[in-house]
């Protein structure tokens, strides 16, 4: 199974949320934390929460719903890597 990014958190407790209200409605989601967390900490660190590639419109549509705002990645910024599970 493909997981893409679906929006990026600016915090772990953040990620960890909006993952939490994913699973409520049964779209599995993971976080992936991103940037220096070993040097931060997890409240400073940024994460992306991922979802499989077939349910990232659904989870869009979700967190649309809930007024968080989605941005696309930038084409020109190379991609992170994707989990697996």
């Known amino acids: 199974m493909k997981w893409l990014t679906v929006v990026t958190a600016p915090d772990k407790m953040t990620a960890e949320m909006w993952a939490e209200l994913l699973h409520n409605e049964g779209i599995p989601a993971l976080v992936q934390e991103i940037g220096l967390s070993v040097y931060l900490g997890p409240i ?3 994460c992306e929460l991922k979802v499989p590639e077939e349910r990232i ?3 869009r549509a979700l ?3 809930i007024e968080i705002e989605i941005i696309e990645p930038d084409d020109d910024e190379p991609p992170h890597g994707a989990a697996s599970s």
Do not use: G, N, P
């Open 63 to 65: 967190l649309e719903s």
């Open 57 to 59: 419109e659904e989870a």
């Open 44 to 46: 400073a660190t940024r």
